[in-house]
């Protein structure tokens, strides 16, 4: 759990500005990440993270990657659209989408950018709509050969990627087709917070590398080994060890070029370990009810996050102005869906609470807001940042009545 970086008097101060619930993100926080994460990969000369776009898509939060010198990883048209308005192309964005509308590849070539394919069938089909661009990427899923975690499930069952079989075709496809820089992907784990497991994937990524260049021949130019880096959702979890696993990483690397691979460029794809503990949802206590349990009512709802109804996630909750009081009360802490799973805690220990109360969810930087949705005809929350300099900006309003009824036909 990330400890709140504001002052108090900062969030009583924005909680009385502006109407709740509303999210609010640490740009100094977020450009701490950054900075660790290339830290800990600073040994490759060609090391890049692309910014998962889906985590937390809002311009202000991308130009911040743009300034870090960050990517984007893009999954789609729209974000394909969000980050060529906020000023990338080329090599600086990534398509890694799946089940992908055919038109949406001819965005990505328009925009140079580096595109992957989920799926084997996307090659030809790419080849005869819009033509190969000289540099394409497969994602790999190993299946039976590697276990799972809980959000992804084992990458037997999970609907990315290309089976090795697929991959070895795919890549004498691509050659067939003109293509000279091939690139492997792999993204097979979700809040990852083992070290080993994101090691392993990097030994399995380097090894396929090797196995390419025996068996076909062909020196693959780049590996990206996805996102899903965890972060520490819980009170005494780890954070994981960053720079512990770029040496354990840059070791494999340098064995990979011993055994006869040829220096490739590395990619990483990470939004949560980036933006995730950099993120509050601000909300304020609206209602009590007493039945069978004791149920706090919030003025934000599962709409606003979706992950504790959605995965059972855990966040943390704290009370402004109530930090240290003893957490002697037990809550279901609930929004106001017309669904059971509409909670964000369940039998959560917090001091006693009060009408008006400034309660603030931890860690919601990364598939929060982003993850929002309209159910009940609730209305999607303004987004503010507070900027290095202290100052909060607001960089998304709040959903009004109209743009609820925008799209409906009377
Ligand atoms: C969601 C996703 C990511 C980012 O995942 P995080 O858990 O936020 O790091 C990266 N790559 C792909 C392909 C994804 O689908």
Redesign the pocket.
């Known amino acids: 759990m990330s400890s709140i970086s504001f002052s108090k008097a900062l969030i009583s101060k924005v909680s009385r500005s502006y109407p709740t619930p509303f999210y609010l993100y640490d740009e100094r926080g977020i450009r701490k990440s950054i900075r660790l994460l290339k830290k800990a990969f600073s040994w490759h000369p060609s090391f890049r993270e ?1 910014f ?1 776009v ?2 937390t898509p809002n311009p202000s939060i991308l130009k911040i990657m743009k300034s870090e010198g960050l990517g984007l ?1 893009c ?1 789609s048209l729209p974000e394909l659209l969000l980050a060529e308005r906020t000023g990338f192309a080329g090599d600086m964005i990534m398509f ?1 989408s ?1 089940n992908t509308p055919l038109q949406e590849f001819k965005k990505a070539k328009q925009l140079k950018a580096f595109i ?1 394919f989920d799926d084997i069938s996307h090659i030809s089909m790419m080849q005869k709509a819009y033509g190969l661009p000289k540099k394409v990427a497969l ?1 790999y899923n190993p299946g039976a050969t590697r276990t799972g975690t809980s ?1 992804m499930g084992a990458p037997k069952d999970a609907k ?1 990627g290309m089976t090795k079989k697929q991959i070895l075709e795919g890549l004498m496809l691509l050659k067939k087709h003109g293509v000279t820089e091939f690139g492997l ?1 792999t ?1 097979i ?3 990852e917070l083992r070290e080993q497991y994101f090691i392993d994937t990097a030994s399995m990524m380097f090894d396929l590398v090797i196995d390419v260049k025996k068996r076909l021949g062909i020196d693959i130019s780049s590996v990206n080994l ?5 972060i520490p959702y819980r009170p005494r979890q780890k954070p994981f060890d960053i720079a512990k696993t770029g040496k354990a990483t840059q070791r494999l690397y340098m064995k990979a070029l011993k055994k006869g691979a040829k220096p490739f460029a590395l990619h990483l ?6 933006t ?1 503990p950099h993120g509050y949802l601000i909300t304020k206590v609206r209602h009590f009810k007493d039945i069978y349990k004791k149920y706090v009512g919030l003025d934000a709802s599962m709409a606003d996050l979706m992950r504790p109804g959605m995965y059972g996630a855990y966040h943390e909750i704290t009370v402004l102005g109530k930090e240290n009081k003893p957490r002697n009360h037990i809550y279901d802490v609930t929004g106001s869906l017309c669904e059971n799973n509409d909670k964000f805690a369940i039998d959560r220990k917090l001091p006693r609470l009060d009408y008006g109360d400034v309660v603030i969810i931890h860690d919601v930087g ?2 929060g807001h982003a993850m929002g949705f309209n159910y009940n005809g609730r209305l999607r929350s303004a987004e503010y940042l507070v900027s290095t300099s202290g100052k909060v900006k607001m960089i998304r309003r709040a959903e009004a009545i109209g743009d609820h009824f925008a799209t409906l036909k009377f």
Do not use: L, V
């Not at 996805?226 to 965890?230: C, D, K, M, Q, S």
């Open positions: 692309y998962a889906k985590a990883d999954s890694s799946n992957n994602r959000i990315f992907h993204m784990i979700s809040n996805g996102g899903g880096i965890g794809e990470c939004g949560r370990y980036i995730g990364a598939h």
